[in-house]
C-alpha cells in the first residue's frame, strides 16, 4: 500500500512542478449564438415589441415565438388581395419558411416602422397597424420595401401568454409598394 501511495504523491508533486497548469482556468470561449430581445408575452404590446424586435435582428425563432401555440389555437393569415390567389393554404410552417429564406439573404439591418391607427381590448385584442418594413435581401427581382397595413388579432393562452394568432395583410390602394404578403409569397416559393 505504501508503495501504492507513494506512486500517487509522486505524479501528483510531478504535475505541479511540471508546468502542466491542469488546475489553471481556461479563456473563456465566445458565445455560439447572438443575442437577442425577446421579453415575455404577458402583453399584447409586448407581442408587438417582440415582433418588431425579431425583424430587426433577424431572428426567426423570435419571430415565430409571436404567433399563437397552433395545438391550442388555429392561426390564419389573410394575405392582401393583390396576391391572395398565391395562397392556397398559410401556416406557421410557411411563415417559418418564409422568414428563415428571406432571412438567410440578408445583407443589412431589416427596419420594421408601424404606427397603430387603432387597438381594441377585450378578451382579445385587436390592432389596426399602419406598417412599412425595408428588409435588406439580396435578391434583386423581390422588393426592399413594402408597406401596408395590417390587423393583427392577438389572443391569450390558458397561461396568460398572448400571440398572433390572426394577421390580415391590406394593401393601402394610395401606395403603389408591395405589401408584405408579396414577401411572404416571393420567399416561400
Known sequence: ??????????VIVL???SGC????????????SSTSTFEPPVTPEAVLR???ASISE?????????????TQHPYE?????????????????EENRYFRSMGARIDGTPVLTDSVQNANFFADSTF?????????HGDLQAPRFVQGNMLLHLAADPQGRWAIDRWEDIRNPALAD?????????FNR
Open 1 to 10: 500500500m505504501t508503495g501504492r501511495i507513494a506512486t500517487i504523491s509522486a
Open 15 to 17: 504535475l505541479t512542478f
Open 21 to 32: 497548469n491542469i488546475f489553471d482556468t481556461r479563456d473563456p470561449e465566445p458565445p455560439t
Open 50 to 52: 417582440n415582433l418588431r
Open 58 to 70: 433577424s431572428n426567426p425563432d423570435n419571430y415565430l415565438r409571436c404567433f399563437a401555440d397552433t
Open 77 to 93: 393569415f389573410i394575405p392582401s388581395g393583390d396576391v391572395r390567389a398565391n395562397f392556397p393554404q398559410w401556416t406557421l410552417v
Open 128 to 136: 389596426t397597424i399602419r406598417y412599412a418594413l425595408y428588409f435588406p
Open 178 to 186: 408591395s405589401t408584405w404578403s408579396y414577401l411572404k409569397f416571393w
